[in-house]
């Protein structure tokens, strides 16, 4: 079936580090892929999101690249700030499964100054 | 303001309780959805409905269930047969989805705890 890997956490970072969490999937044919954000307290946000191979989603900073080749989907940051702080999930929704969105385990990100 | 509203934020069960979520969204959606979030596993969809009256199950719809009376209210009732009910449950919504790079937005979810 559908499954998504992430790396796991918390990932610790000095403000204005570099950012990498890594996401792997498993689906058949060609998904879309998300990466959703949690605030403390809060529910999920997208973040941002790719559609086809080779797609590169980008939002506030962050980025992430449809990679059909490695089946990767990892999401990167140049400059992270303490308000980057939150849990990141990375989702797939395969093709004529339009209803299921399949979420990873979630990498907490923690900032500090 | 246009969004989907979770209540409460916190819930106790006693045992052997029915308890129910509340799920409201004002975004005209037609899906919406349950998920449960557990520390290390992400989130597993519990039920869903793509339209009035009429739901699905999700991957883990044991001990759970929900109705679809109206387009706006889509609630959940955590059963006594649900035995590790400890968790933090997130409604989500979206138009229905014809294309699957359809986003969800997300309620800021209910933690529910038993006694």
């Known amino acids: 079936g559908d499954s998504v890997t992430q790396m796991e956490g918390p990932v610790t970072l000095s403000e204005e580090a570099f950012l990498t969490i890594n996401c792997t999937y498993t689906a058949t044919g060609y998904p879309s892929l998300f990466w959703y954000v949690q605030y403390p307290g809060e529910g999920l946000q997208l973040l941002l999101k790719?559609?086809?191979?080779?797609d590169k989603g980008s939002n506030k900073g962050f980025e992430a690249t449809y990679r059909k080749e490695t089946t990767s989907f990892h999401l990167e940051k140049g400059s992270v700030q303490v308000s980057d702080s939150a849990v990141y999930f990375c989702a797939l929704r395969a093709a004529g499964t339009a209803s299921k969105l399949t979420f990873g385990t979630g990498t907490r990100l923690q900032v500090t100054l | 303001d246009g969004g989907i509203t979770q209540s409460p934020k916190y819930l106790f069960r006693k045992e052997g309780q029915n308890v129910t979520l509340s799920c409201e969204q004002n975004?005209?959606?037609?899906?919406m959805y349950w998920y449960r979030q557990d520390p290390g596993q992400g989130l597993r969809l519990i039920y869903y409905s793509q339209i009035v009256n009429d739901f699905q199950k999700g991957d883990i719809a044991e001990g759970y269930s929900v109705s679809r009376e109206k387009k706006e209210s889509f609630p959940l009732t955590v059963t006594s047969a649900q035995k590790n009910p400890t968790a933090f449950y997130l409604c989500?919504?979206?138009?229905?989805?014809?294309?699957?790079?359809?986003?969800?937005?997300f309620g800021s979810g209910t933690q529910l705890s038993v006694l």
């Open positions: 975004l005209n959606h037609d899906a």
């Open positions: 790719a559609t086809k191979a080779d």
């Open positions: 989500a919504s979206s138009i229905v989805p014809q294309e699957t790079n359809e986003k969800l937005f």
